[in-house]
């Protein structure tokens, strides 16, 4: 079956503006993480939905960060004003629980 | 909060000989997950662990659970170039509604 899509899959931007980061994760998964990772580094964790409850937004590094996730499918980030050091590889990932996560490709978001 | 630490690093490794990386626990865990990505690609899922001192294998790959459940192991056998990556723990705590925490990753480079 389809696993974990994401666009774009590249994103060049101009300092200020704003992007969104789609994420279409796999049918029937509850679970859904945003992660950033920068060019060798770990995984940086951003935002985590599970189900109908509150997302846990613990991650999310400025008010210049929100996402959402429409009828616990296709979820959006959002990065108002972007900034040089957003500039990252965006991944998400999908799961039945929290647990086991299968991730997405990824967008590679460049901020000019 | 709770914190999930890899060592080492990194590690290099002649072809041929063994590899480990290590993941500890600030706390207990409910299970644990191991992920590999590839230069270039995004973190594919490995293998979960769940039960206390569980010994699980995968070919030339060995996971094991502590008994405390506070800390993991992947043991590599006669590393070959296709290892090469970077090797993720992911822990599950007893109470945080599934939610995972990444370790920082050990990056694997094979000399053939």
């Known amino acids: 079956g389809a696993g974990v899509s994401q666009s774009p899959s590249n994103k060049v931007t101009e300092k200020g503006k704003d992007v969104e980061l789609r994420c279409d994760p796999i049918?029937?998964?509850?679970?859904l993480y945003w992660y950033r990772q920068s060019l060798g580094q770990g995984l940086e964790f951003l935002i985590y939905?599970?189900?109908?409850?509150?997302?846990?937004k613990s991650g999310l590094p400025s008010d210049r960060f929100s996402a959402e996730r429409t009828g616990g499918s296709v979820s959006t980030l959002t990065i108002q004003r972007t900034q040089q050091e957003d500039s990252a590889v965006y991944l998400c990932?999908?799961?039945?629980?929290?647990?086991?996560?299968?991730f997405g490709p990824g967008t590679r978001l460049t901020v000019l | 909060g709770q914190q999930v630490m890899q060592i080492p690093q990194y590690q290099h490794v002649q072809e041929g000989e063994d590899f480990t990386t290590y993941c500890n626990s600030s706390?207990?865990?409910?299970?644990i997950q191991w992920y590999k990505q590839r230069p270039g690609g995004h973190p594919v899922f490995l293998i979960q662990?769940?039960?206390?001192?569980e010994v699980k294998k995968q070919k030339r790959l060995t996971f094991q659970f502590g008994e405390a459940k506070k800390n993991s192991s992947l043991h590599i056998t006669a590393t070959q170039t296709t290892d090469v990556g970077t090797y993720f723990c992911?822990?599950?705590?007893?109470?945080?509604?599934?939610?995972?925490?990444f370790g920082d990753g050990t990056t694997l480079t094979v000399k053939p």
């Open positions: 049918s029937g998964h509850t679970a």
């Open positions: 662990l769940v039960k206390s001192g």
């Open positions: 939905f599970q189900g109908n409850s509150a997302p846990d």
């Open positions: 990932a999908s799961g039945t629980t929290g647990e086991t996560q299968y």
């Open positions: 992911a822990g599950n705590r007893l109470t945080n509604a599934g939610k995972s925490t």
């Open positions: 706390t207990t865990l409910s299970n």
